[in-house]
């Protein structure tokens, strides 16, 4: 863990966890799951709530969930044109908008915590896509309250290992993105094939 991060969540506790969490669903390059997993060893030790730990962090990503999904709503196709100017952004975009079509609701619940790299791209999506707001919000919640959930639990339950937490919280979030993504990849090749037969019949 980078040695600045527990002083930083010590000096300014809950309100450095809500503004972390807010700006990574921004796409903000910003360690929400390290400061969650921080946040939650500090409720071990006393030093902090663990009401407000969670609270501050499940309050920060749904308010950074309602942003996204406003400039997605408000200027979607104006910025999609900006964001897939690099490809890395391109394709994450790309993928967001295949989960969001693929699944829907579901969709964005995954995004929050199972594919959480994946989140941001979908609000943007999903505002784009003029999807409900009310559907939307009910499964990012859902989806939020499990990703905090997750992290805040496990810095406080291996406040010891936090380093250690953190190390293997990172390679499984990969692992499992990385097999979301090639499932999805599959299914809308599967279904590219089908149209493609009808087309032909």
Do not use: H
Not at 136 to 160: D, H, K, P, S
């Amino acid at each position: 863990m980078t040695d600045w991060l527990p002083g930083l969540v010590a000096d300014w506790g809950v309100a450095v966890i809500a503004l972390t969490t807010f700006l990574s669903c921004l796409a903000l390059p910003v360690p929400a799951s390290m400061v969650m997993l921080t946040g939650g060893a500090f409720t071990a030790t006393g030093d902090l709530a663990l009401w407000a730990v969670a609270g501050g962090a499940l309050a920060g990503a749904v308010l950074g969930d309602q942003a996204g999904y406003s400039l997605g709503w408000r200027g979607g196709a104006a910025l999609a044109p900006r964001i897939a100017a690099r490809p890395r952004r391109a394709a994450a975009l790309a993928r967001a908008r295949g989960l969001v079509e693929e699944r829907g609701g579901a969709g964005v619940f995954l995004s929050r915590w199972l594919v959480s790299p994946l989140g941001p791209w979908v609000n943007l999506v999903a505002g784009a896509a003029e999807m409900n707001r009310a559907r939307f919000t009910l499964w990012a919640v859902a989806g939020e309250c499990v990703w905090v959930a997750l992290y805040v639990g496990l810095g406080r339950a291996f406040a010891e290992y936090i380093d250690a937490v953190a190390e293997i919280a990172a390679d499984v979030s990969g692992i499992l993105a990385g097999t979301v993504v090639a499932l999805g990849l599959g299914l809308w090749l599967r279904a590219a094939l089908r149209r493609e037969r009808r087309r032909r019949k």
